[in-house]
């Protein structure tokens, strides 16, 4: 069983950054991939950024490549996305979740366990 807790969300100015945490209980965390997702008021859930449980793969969503970074310390049990260049279109409240998987996932149906989010808000 792995529990989430995310931290870092906050309000910033847009071309601000911000990084977000989740850190997970359980001593199998390094064999999870570990997600990203957000969900804006009155939208579905979507993928950002996941990271395979050694850390040797990522994947991002086209609204966010090249601005966001997802990175894992297996060490700390934690995993982060740092965001910059932040746009008020990426308001919303973000996920963590963990897959027990080797392989790229992207979506919500696929990851088994999730945290309780932390709202982000960037205005402009």
């Known amino acids: 069983q792995v529990q989430l807790v995310e931290s870092g969300g906050g309000l910033v100015q847009a071309g601000g950054s911000l990084r977000l945490s989740c850190a997970a209980s359980g001593r199998t965390f390094s064999t999870y991939a570990m997600g990203w997702f957000r969900q804006a008021p009155g939208k579905e859930r979507e993928f950002v950024a996941t990271?395979?449980?050694?850390?040797?793969?990522?994947y991002y969503a086209d609204s966010v490549k090249g601005r966001f970074t997802i990175a894992r310390d297996n060490a700390k049990n934690t995993v982060y996305l740092q965001m910059n260049s932040l746009k008020p279109e990426d308001t919303a409240v973000y996920y963590c979740a963990a897959a027990r998987t080797m392989l790229i996932r992207t979506t919500t149906t696929t990851y088994e366990h999730w945290g309780q989010g932390t709202q982000v808000t960037v205005s402009s």
């Open positions: 990271i395979t449980w050694a850390g040797g793969l990522t």
